[in-house]
Nanobody, 128 residues
């Protein structure tokens, strides 16, 4: 079965950086688009960024555009999210997920709405 393990979260101050990692097993990682999602307390889970199977296409939600960079290493079955210039509003539990389809804003909305199983996530807390 598919397993995802997110890591790299932590508590930082505004303006600092973190790099999240997500290791996936149980599927052909290189065949799937991958994405990062986040859920803040009291809010719905939202799509943050996605990347196509071959890294040829990426998408970022507007609030993180220019600050976050998604990447993947298919040889290591690992997805990354480099987060720079972090803001308090980035505070959330971050999750990664794979799915069939092509990376896009609508694909992110589809995945977050249809998916029932998520990993344990990694907590990111940004203070003023």
């Amino acid at each position: 079965r598919v397993q995802v393990v997110e890591s790299g979260g932590g508590s930082v101050q505004a303006g600092e950086s973190l790099r999240l990692s997500c290791t996936v097993s149980g599927l052909s990682f290189e065949d799937y688009a991958m994405a990062w999602f986040r859920q803040a307390p009291g809010k719905e889970r939202e799509g943050v960024s996605c990347i196509s199977y071959n890294s040829g296409r990426t998408y970022y939600t507007g609030s993180v555009q220019g600050r976050f960079t998604i990447s993947r290493d298919n040889a290591k079955n690992t997805l990354y999210l480099q987060m720079n210039s972090l803001k308090p509003e980035d505070t959330a539990m971050y999750y990664c997920a794979e799915d069939v389809g092509a990376c896009s804003a609508s694909w992110l909305q589809f995945v977050v709405g249809a998916r029932n199983n998520w990993g344990q996530g990694t907590q990111v807390t940004v203070s003023e």
